[in-house]
Nanobody
Framework: QVQLVESGGGLVQAGDSLRLSCAASGSTFSTYVMGWFRQAPGKEREFAAA????????FRADSVKGRFTISRDNTKNTVYLQMNMLKPEDTALYYC?????????????????????WGQGTQVTVSS
């Protein structure tokens, strides 16, 4: 069982940066692939980024590539999403999620149904 708690969201202007954090419970954090997903009003939850258990492999959706960076600190049981050059279309509720048995970059790692544990989400709003 893994419990996830996101933080760091807020209201920013276009071009600004934010760093989201996701703190996980449990002693097996490093065995989980961690993902960030986002859901805008009226839209489906979409994949943003994923990172392997060791942190050595990452994968990002085309929509955030070059602007967002996913990282993790296994000593702190925390995964991060650094978001730069934010755009109004990045406005969404951002969720972190945990899974085992998928490889970052694989099609399965981008599929929200493959993730077993989810946080409650943190809101990011980008004004133009």
């Amino acid at each position: 069982q893994v419990q996830l708690v996101e933080s760091g969201g807020g209201l920013v202007q276009a071009g600004d940066s934010l760093r989201l954090s996701c703190a996980a419970s449990g002693s097996t954090f490093s065995t989980y692939v961690m993902g960030w997903f986002r859901q805008a009003p009226g839209k489906e939850r979409e994949f943003a980024a994923a990172i392997s258990g060791s942190g050595g492999t990452t994968f990002r959706a085309d929509s955030v590539k070059g602007r967002f960076t996913i990282s993790r600190d296994n000593t702190k049981n925390t995964v991060y999403l650094q978001m730069n050059m934010l755009k109004p279309e990045d406005t969404a509720l951002y969720y972190c999620a945990a899974t085992r048995g998928v490889a970052p970059g694989s099609r399965r790692s981008q599929d929200r149904s493959q993730y077993d544990y989810w946080g409650q989400g943190t809101q990011v709003t980008v004004s133009s």
